[in-house]
């Protein structure tokens, strides 16, 4: 590997600590956001220059520090702040690496504040944490650079005017805390798996960030079996995503996929953290939908899936989190187990009439029903819904099926 790789490296790897760390010693997130991207263009300059050092991640935190304390020496108000240049001067162990991940842990809570909006939470996070740039988390959820650049400046403001603590909740907070950490992991992961609004079906790049920041918040908090869940979840699906699409790039229904193509190794850790799950017998929301996934994996073929396993599977997962969508979700199943009719049943009562799912799954059940006049109606509803154009095609072909 070349040094230019190894900063590339570095820096997907590293940025996060680096921060982290910079928040805790300075208590600015734009100072410590400029120091880290001081010490990277330092690195980018001379590693290919005079090779990569030893410890590279504390190299780039130690010369963050420098270049932030350079910074306050400059500031116009300096003899302020001769007190906290004294106190960090005198703290260099605060920028070991083995005092990282305790900073990293505070910063993912932060950035993931449910005082923050969940816009800014998702953009904190991926700029913050995955070191993304504006411009990159703009393209991303397709926004201009400008509006993007606004929402993280608001969302940084949020936490200063707000004075959000850099902490790591307290025990008795962590289980609603941690949930809105992986709610946002999880909402990364989606947007790139099958993205809400681009001309793109997917975007692998972000739902791959999405998976290492949940393998980091694993890193560093090892026993909470919920990551673990959320990890598999995350695993098992993206080991479809060679099966996801046909030749001509159209999208392919789960139950049409050829399996032959998922990738094995993916559906092998995602099971092993499943069966890590169940050995913990504390089931939540996200070893649940882990558990469901790995349900599908073990079908070698759609017919062979195990439909009651995977309803009884979504009556706990009611239990645990019951909402529509849940509901609808567990209707699929009803139609595999009771069939069409009862599932039918299930979902007219649900109050969904503006997601696209509810219709796409109604349509799917008015069509084996043989209700093709409703069904037809139920499809063009769900074309019109989904913003996503790979959807959206499969919807037209359903609906072109129907009327021919």
């Known amino acids: 590997m070349t040094d230019t790789a190894i900063v590339e490296e570095v820096f997907r790897r590293e940025h996060g600590r680096a921060v982290a760390v910079l928040i805790r010693a300075f208590g ?29 991640a504390g190299w780039i935190i130690r010369t963050a520090h420098n270049r932030a304390i350079d910074r306050l020496r400059r500031d116009a ?9 004294a106190l960090l001067d005198q703290s260099d162990e605060a920028f070991e690496e083995d005092a990282v991940p305790d900073d990293r842990l505070r910063l993912i809570f932060t950035c993931c504040h449910p005082a923050l909006a969940p816009t800014a939470r998702v953009a904190l996070t991926l700029r913050l944490l995955g070191g993304l740039t504006t411009p990159e988390i703009a393209r991303a959820f397709l926004v201009s650079e400008s509006t993007m650049a606004q929402r993280l400046v608001r969302a940084k403001a949020k936490i200063r005017n707000a004075h959000i603590p850099y902490r790591v909740p307290e025990p008795e907070e962590l289980p609603d805390r941690l949930s809105a950490v992986l709610a946002v992991l999880y909402l990364i992961y989606n947007e790139g798996y099958l993205s809400a609004g ?9 739902a791959n960030e999405a998976l290492r920041l949940v393998g980091v918040l694993e890193e560093l908090m090892p026993d909470e079996a919920e990551i673990w869940g959320l990890r598999a979840s995350m695993l098992l699906s993206e080991s479809r995503r ?33 069966r890590r799950c169940l050995l913990r017998d504390r089931p939540g929301p996200y070893q649940i939908q882990a ?8 079908a070698p073929i759609a017919a062979d899936t195990d439909w009651n396993q995977i309803l009884a599977l ?51 059940l008015l069509e084996r029903l043989g209700s093709k006049p409703e069904a037809r109606e139920a499809y063009r509803r769900a074309a019109e819904l989904t913003v996503n154009p790979a959807e959206r095609r499969l919807l037209e072909r359903k609906l072109s099926r129907l009327t021919t």
């Open 28 to 56: 600015d997130i734009d100072a410590a956001e400029e120091a880290v991207q001081d010490a990277f263009a330092v690195a980018v300059e001379r590693w290919p220059r005079d090779g990569a050092p030893p410890a590279p």
């Open 77 to 85: 108000v300096f003899q302020r702040k001769q007190a906290e240049l």
């Open 198 to 206: 681009g001309n793109e079906a997917s975007r692998p790049n972000l």
């Open 242 to 274: 060679p099966a996801r699409f046909g030749p001509d790039g159209e999208l392919v229904p789960l139950s049409e996929q050829d399996r032959s193509r998922w990738d094995r190794a993916l559906v092998t850790a995602g099971q092993r953290l499943v």
């Open 291 to 298: 558990a469901i996934a790995a349900v599908h994996s073990d």
């Open 314 to 364: 979504y009556d706990q997962l009611m239990a645990h989190t019951p909402s529509p969508v849940v509901a609808l979700n567990r209707a699929v199943a009803i139609a595999e187990v009771r069939g069409p009719e009862a599932a039918l049943a299930v979902i007219d009562p649900l109050h969904l009439d503006g997601y696209y799912l509810f219709h796409a799954v109604r349509g799917d």
